[in-house]
């Protein structure tokens, strides 16, 4: 291959990279997680509708490493809507108890750090599910009406 074609590609390359960086800046999502809150909706459709979602998954990066993972985590915070915590904590039975760690996995490394400030988890056993081949935890901020979640194979 001549220098004139290599430099050709080259320049191609960056541009592609460069451009795909201006996007990312541009749609706001340059942070790497997951901000639709309808996934999440169809996981935990006890908790009614959400917003404000921070989310990652374990498949994330199947694309990008090209190996595909046989199971389906997902993790990450999302807001109720007003009003839903009270209603969750006069139907349930709740606890106080928070996530054992602040988002330790590979694949949550990008959540690190975010959450309420200070907050005041709570959680019920009623609302986590436990069995064969599926695991839903969630802890609910009784201040901000946030919900932490981590989820193995929600949809299951």
């Known amino acids: 291959m001549d220098r004139r074609r290599l430099i050709g590609i080259g320049a191609g390359l960056a541009a592609v990279c460069a451009l795909w960086g201006v996007r990312q800046a541009a749609d706001g999502s340059a942070k790497d997680w997951h901000t639709d809150a309808t996934p999440l909706e169809k996981a935990f459709p006890a908790l009614g509708p959400l917003s404000d979602a921070k989310w990652v998954s374990s498949r994330d990066d199947d694309e990008r490493s090209g190996l595909p993972s046989p199971e389906l985590v997902i993790s990450g915070l999302a807001r109720l809507a007003a009003g839903r915590?009270?209603?969750?904590?006069?139907?349930?039975?709740?606890?106080?108890?928070?996530?054992?760690a602040d988002f330790t996995s590979w694949f949550e490394k990008p959540l690190k750090?975010?959450?309420p400030d200070?907050?005041?988890?709570?959680r019920s056993a009623d609302l986590d599910r436990d069995g064969s081949g599926y695991r839903t935890m969630l802890w609910f901020d009784r201040r901000s009406g946030t919900v932490r979640f981590w989820a193995l194979n929600p949809y299951g």
């Open 85 to 100: 915590l009270t209603e969750l904590t006069t139907a349930h039975a709740f606890v106080p108890g928070g996530p054992p």
């Open 113 to 115: 750090g975010e959450g």
């Open 118 to 122: 200070d907050p005041q988890w709570i």
